[in-house]
């Protein structure tokens, strides 16, 4: 399945939906991973159901993981992606142990291909509209993916999305192919697309 889908397992009524996609696990110890690995191969294949081989793996993840590697002189723990982020290990400021999210790379490479899809069918709508679609884009990209530390991704994407905008509008007709960069500039100055902004902060725990 190319995207996430939420299961609820019922064993009298069996499994709702024919395939499960991106569980993340998290264990202490590594003989306990190995252990659950194997118990949840057995059980899901009680329900018709398995483990992808391609996309099952057990990584080193986590504050004591990347502690031993920094002090180590060794790069960071690997990274996994899980619901559009890819997550890492990462350190605030302070030296405190953080996990990082960031836009995953494949998920926007999929977004911006269907994004060119569209923007060439608005080629020809008004101004107008052509702007009320980059905007919901735009908005609803910040809505998800405005997490923390993901600043830079955001601002990619905006950038994008005016590189795309802007061609389509040098490939209107024959004029306005002499459409000249500082000529966007000042047309998005009468048609702004929202900057990037964090939706999504750090809250504080409770205990």
């Known amino acids: 399945m190319r995207r996430e889908s939420h299961v609820r397992f019922c064993e009298r009524a069996g ?7 991106h569980l993340v696990m998290g264990v202490e110890r590594e003989d306990d991973a190995q252990r659950m690995r194997v118990a949840l191969g057995e059980r899901l294949a009680k329900f018709g159901l398995t483990l992808h081989p391609d996309k099952t793996r057990l990584i080193e ?3 004591l993981p990347a502690l031993a590697r920094r002090r180590a002189g060794l790069r960071r723990p690997a ?4 619901l559009g982020f890819t997550h890492y290990c990462g350190w605030t400021r302070d ?4 996990v ?8 926007l490479s999929r977004k911006l291909t269907a ?27 910040y809505a998800y993916y405005g997490r923390p ?7 990619a ?4 999305v005016r590189r795309i905008w802007f061609w389509c509008l040098r490939r209107r007709s024959q004029k306005s192919r002499r459409l000249a960069w500082d000529a966007f500039e000042a047309l998005t100055a009468r048609f702004p697309l929202p900057v990037p902004r964090i939706t999504r902060p750090w809250t504080p725990r409770h205990a």
Do not use: D, E
Not at 95 to 98: A, H, N, V
Not at 115 to 141: E, F, I, K, N, S
């Open 15 to 21: 499994v709702r939906l024919p395939r499960a996609t």
């Open 61 to 63: 993840f986590g504050r």
């Open 79 to 82: 990274t996994f992606a899980f």
């Open 95 to 98: 030296g405190r142990f953080i």
């Open 100 to 107: 990082k999210h960031k836009t995953q790379s494949q998920r």
């Open 115 to 141: 994004l060119r899809a569209t923007a060439r069918r608005l080629m020809h709508a008004p101004l107008a509209t052509q702007h009320a679609y980059y905007v919901r884009v735009l908005q609803g990209h």
């Open 149 to 155: 530390h993901n600043y830079p991704a955001l601002n």
């Open 157 to 160: 994407f905006r950038q994008q």
